[in-house]
């Protein structure tokens, strides 16, 4: 059975950093990659970022740009999401994702095949 846990997530004041964790059990995904999207009250989830299976190629929505840095590490079956600088817009459930084969396309949730349970990010101003 496969399963992806995130953990890292917590309330943090608006500037302040928090790491995210994501580990994955019962296959690896060091072949495919892996990505974290998140879902804020009332809104759609949205990508956040996203990695090939080296970890050279990283991929991330504007918002995040500059502030946020998604690492893997292969030998642990586990992705990281560095967030700095966060505001309270930043304020969501963030979701780990996995994929089962290469995609093209990794800002799109239907490009995954596996998620995460959601860990809730929330920065107060």
């Known amino acids: 059975q496969v399963q992806l846990v995130e953990s890292g997530g917590g309330l943090v004041q608006a500037g302040g950093s928090l790491r995210l964790s994501c580990a994955a059990s019962?296959?690896?995904?060091?072949?495919?990659?892996m990505g974290w999207f998140r879902q804020a009250p009332g809104k759609e989830r949205e990508f956040v970022a996203a990695t090939r299976w080296s970890g050279s190629n990283t991929y991330y929505a504007d918002s995040v740009k500059g502030r946020f840095t998604i690492s893997r590490d292969n030998a642990k079956n586990t992705v990281y999401l560095q967030m700095n600088s966060l505001t309270p817009e930043d304020t969501a459930v963030y979701y780990c994702?996995?994929?089962?084969?290469?995609?093209?396309?990794?800002?799109?949730?239907?490009?995954?095949?596996?998620w995460g349970q959601g860990t809730q990010v929330t920065v107060s101003s």
């Open positions: 019962g296959r690896t995904f060091s072949n495919y990659p």
């Open positions: 994702a996995a994929a089962s084969q290469s995609r093209l396309v990794l800002v799109r949730a239907g490009s995954y095949d596996y």
